[in-house]
């Protein structure tokens, strides 16, 4: 399997949770653009991503920290950062 | 009545036994319960607005009448605030708190705001009534009996005139600060407020930065104000608004800052997300400056235990209190008690968690 499928399949669960948690609208997982910034064009801010947090800790055993919040203002850049978490 | 003897602070029972999934600590039906209810609230963005530079009080110790803000013109074009939450409710804002210095003597600036954005807070001394049109919180200050409202407020039969205006008004919380000086005049105060069914919070007084007065904390001080805290918390459920978990943290030796850190842009230079990026203090003249920019401006932030910036700060850190069922139940008192003291309809629920536990680390 190839690193850019795994970062692939990890954007698809993210945007799922995110649909799911948010309960965001007028969106799928495939239609989510990864590369959306979730503050500035989907309207979330920090409580919501604190609670998209805890969900991906238990998917993906990673703990989040509290810093790198404002690092993960996309799909993307959650997904690379657990990539990363899980690659450590 | 004295403080009854509390239990120590001590480790959630859960803690350390295993990881917990957060989908198992909210799979208890009460939790996810109470979890799905104040979680509708994660929209309130909120920011704050110095009404006017003048008082009908001076008070020791008041945090308005100190650093720069106090000097700032007053506006009072009412079209001008109207403008302004016109273009606070376009960049996001949710939720406004009115406070300094005295936002009782401008009611028509008050309506203007409740007009444009419909919920909110308002800080008052409670000494004049406040239109029922605006239905924002309204949070009446308490500093103590009134032979001490009047040696550190300079008026007098302060609490009479508060609860005149202020009975059976859905509005109204009494917010009583502890100093290091009134602790034990609380539980006469909380009597007579619940006597007369008026709703009661609890703030702990912070220092202004350079305060030299007998108002501030000690180690003694804070342990005894948590006493009373509990006790009064025990003894009158159904009219403070508190939990265990708020006394835990606004009565630590640590302050807020210490324990949690602190999210304004004050003290916080991302500007990403969250209060950082969102939060904005107004002068009466209608400007604001980033590097000032807190709930509690000119407060010594390693003193600052006050309520309004704990109900921004301790909630935000609902990653890091989701690590035990007792722990997480903890978080949710906190915002539960946060919720009901700030937000008009929204009716504190019972505390799920009733020991004085530890506060997680980051």
């Known amino acids: ?88 | 009545m004295r403080a009854a003897i509390i239990e120590p602070i001590q480790t959630s029972p859960e803690a350390c036994k295993k990881e917990w999934k957060f989908s198992e600590i909210i799979s208890d039906p009460i939790v996810r319960e109470r979890w799905e209810k104040v979680r509708k609230y994660f929209f309130l963005r909120e920011s704050t607005y110095d009404m006017t530079n003048r008082c009908n009080i001076r008070c020791d110790g008041c945090y308005y009448y100190e650093g720069e803000k106090q000097f700032a013109e007053e506006n009072r074009d009412v079209e001008a605030w109207r403008a302004l939450m016109a273009a606070e409710k376009k960049r996001g804002i949710t939720f406004v708190v009115l406070a300094g210095a005295e936002p009782s003597l401008v009611p028509e600036l008050c309506e203007v705001c409740y007009e444009e954005i419909p919920l909110g807070a308002i800080a008052t001394n409670g000494l004049k009534l406040i239109p029922r049109t605006v239905n924002y919180k309204i949070h009446i200050s308490v500093w103590g009996n009134d032979e001490t409202s009047l040696k550190t407020r300079k008026a007098k039969d302060m609490l009479l005139r508060q609860i005149e205006n202020y009975r059976r008004d859905e509005r109204a919380v009494f917010v009583y600060t502890f100093t290091r000086d009134n602790i034990q005049q609380a539980a006469e105060v909380v009597q007579t407020l619940a006597a007369h069914d008026c709703k009661v919070t609890f703030n702990v007084f912070s220092a202004p930065v350079g305060y030299t007065g007998g108002l501030r904390h000690n180690r003694l001080s804070l342990e005894s104000t948590r006493n009373m805290m509990i006790t009064l918390l025990n003894r009158f459920p159904q009219q403070v608004l508190f939990s265990y978990y708020n006394a835990v943290a606004h009565t630590h030796p640590l302050s807020l800052h210490g324990l949690y850190g602190c999210l304004y842009p004050r003290m916080n230079p991302a500007a990403d997300l969250g209060l950082g990026r969102s939060f904005r203090q107004y002068r009466t003249d209608l400007t604001w400056d980033k590097n000032a920019a807190c709930c509690v401006p000119d407060t010594d932030c390693a003193d600052c235990r006050h309520y309004a910036s704990g109900s921004a700060v301790v909630t935000a850190k609902l990653y890091r209190h989701a690590v035990d069922p007792t722990t997480f139940k903890a978080w949710l008192d906190y915002a539960d008690t946060y919720l009901s003291v700030w937000v008009t309809g929204y009716a504190k629920e019972p505390n799920l968690c009733n020991q004085l536990i530890v506060v997680p680390e980051k």
Do not use: C, H, W
């Open chain 1, 1 to 88: 399997m190839s690193k850019a499928i795994d970062i692939e399949k990890i954007i698809l669960r993210v945007a799922e949770i995110m649909i799911d948690e948010l309960k965001l609208e007028d969106v799928t997982p495939q239609t989510f653009n990864p590369d959306m910034d979730l503050v500035d064009e989907v309207g979330i801010d920090s409580m919501d991503l604190a609670t998209v947090a805890l969900v991906l800790r238990d998917e993906y055993g990673i703990r989040i920290d509290e810093d790198d919040y404002p690092k993960l203002t996309t799909i993307r850049l959650i997904s690379a950062y657990i990539k990363n978490k899980l690659s450590a």
